[in-house]
C-alpha cells in the first residue's frame, strides 16, 4: 500500500492546450487493462529528454534518441513489455510502431517517440500495439486515464499539475509517471512525461529537463537497479504564452522541477512493498558529489532498508553504510540525527540517545535520516523507502 500517497483528483489535473491524449486496450501482455498511450503534440512544439545510463538500453530508447533530433509529433508509450534486450528484431518493431502510427498522422515515423515498460526480453507484440493505436486516437482521454495507462507494479496512477503566471499570460503544466521497482536514478528510473502550454526554445528546454531531472528523479532510489527503459521527456507546444524572458524561463523550470519532484517522491511511496518514505539528507559535505554518494550508501544498504521496516534504529548499520560509502568521511566528525532526534555525535552513540527514541522515530510512516559530515559546506537530499517481505514477493512472482 502507498505511504501517504492518494489517487490523483482528476479535477486537480488541468488540460495542456496542444496536447491530445488517447489511451487503448491493446492486450500486450494481460487483456483488459489499459495499456497503451498517444500522446499527441502540436505542430512546432518543442521536446527534451534525458534517458537511462544503462548500457543495456531498450530499442525503443536507442529509436526515441534518434527521432528526438527531429520535430515530434507524438509520443506512443506500451506498458507489459519492455522491448529490451531483443537485438535488431526489437529495433524493428519499436519502428513498426512509429510508421504505423505516422500513418494515421499523415507525419513521418521519423517524427514519432516511441516508448515501453514492462517485461524484458520478450519480443514485442508489435502486431497488438497498431492494431489498437485507431481506438487510442479516436479516445478522448485525461490525464488520469493517461497515467493508468502506463502503470506496471503501480499501485496508483501517478499524475500532477500546476498552473504559473509568466509576463505574457497564465501556463499549465501537467505531468505523468510510471515506477515502483528497478528504480536508481542514472538519469530517470522511470517514464515520465510532462507537458506545458507555454511556448519555449527547444535549447532552453534541453536545459529546464536537465535541471529538473538532477532536482527529482535523480534524487530518488528504491532498490538501486537502473532501468533499461527510462525516459524522462518535457515537450512544451507552443499553444499558451511564451517564456519570452530570463524570468519566464526561470518561472517555467521551477514549476516543471515542481511537478518532477512529486511525481519522484509519488515512485517511491509507491514502490514495491514500501512502507516507510524516507527521507535522507547530508548536510557540511565537501560537494553534492560527495554527498549524495554518503545518501545512496545509506539508502542502498539492504541491512538498513530492512531495519527501517522493522522500525528498529540499528545505528550500526546506517553509520557502517557511511563509512562503506567510498567518500572520505572521517568516523570521528559524523553527527547522526533521526528526525531531530541527535543518536550519534562524533561518531558515536550521544550520551543522551534513548532507543524508544529512535524507535518511535521509525515507526512513522515518513521520517528523516540526516547525517552531518562536517567536511564542508555542501549537501544533498534524496527520497527511498524500506525494504519489505512483499518487495521479496512483488518482484519473485513478477513474470507469472
Known sequence: MAVNLAPPDPASLHPVRGVELGVAMAGVRKPNRKDLLVIRL????????????????????????RHLRNAVRALVVNTGNANA??????????????????????????????????????????????????????????????????????????????????????ATVTGIAKGAGMIRPDMATLLAFVCTDAG???????????????????????????????????????????????????????????????????????AEGATKFVTIRIDRGRSVE???????????SPLVKTAFFASDPNLGRILAAIGNS???????KIDLYLDDVLVAAGGSRHPAYREEQGVAVMKKPEFTVRAVVNRGKAAATLWTCDLSFDYVKINAEYRT
Open 200 to 270: 519555449v526554445p527547444r535549447k532552453a528546454l534541453e536545459r529546464v529537463v536537465t535541471v529538473a531531472a538532477e532536482q527529482s528523479f535523480n534524487c530518488v532510489t528504491v532498490d538501486g537497479d537502473t532501468s533499461t527503459n527510462d525516459s524522462f521527456v518535457v515537450a512544451a507546444t507552443g499553444q499558451g504564452p511564451q517564456a519570452s524572458s530570463g524570468r519566464d524561463l526561470l518561472e517555467l523550470q521551477v514549476a516543471i522541477t515542481a511537478v518532477a519532484q512529486q511525481l519522484a517522491q509519488a515512485i517511491v511511496r509507491d
Open 85 to 170: 534486450g531483443t537485438g535488431a528484431e526489437g529495433l524493428q518493431r519499436a519502428l513498426q510502431v512509429c510508421e504505423a502510427l505516422a500513418h494515421h498522422l499523415g507525419c513521418e515515423p521519423r517524427e514519432i517517440l516511441p516508448f515501453s515498460t514492462g517485461v524484458i526480453m520478450e519480443p514485442l507484440p508489435a502486431e497488438r500495439i497498431t492494431a489498437a493505436l485507431p481506438k487510442a486516437l479516436l479516445d478522448k482521454g485525461d490525464w488520469l486515464s493517461a497515467a493508468e495507462a502506463i502503470m506496471t507494479t503501480d499501485t496508483l496512477p501517478k499524475a500532477f499539475s500546476r498552473k504559473l503566471r509568466l509576463s505574457t499570460g497564465e
Open 326 to 332: 567510498g567518500a572520505p568521511v572521517e568516523a570521528g
Open 42 to 65: 502540436a505542430a512546432g512544439s518543442a521536446v527534451a529528454a534525458v534517458f537511462t545510463q544503462n548500457r543495456f538500453c531498450a530499442a525503443p530508447v536507442v529509436i526515441a534518441k
Open 290 to 300: 560527495e554527498c549524495r554518494r554518503v545518501a545512496y550508501a545509506i539508502a542502498h
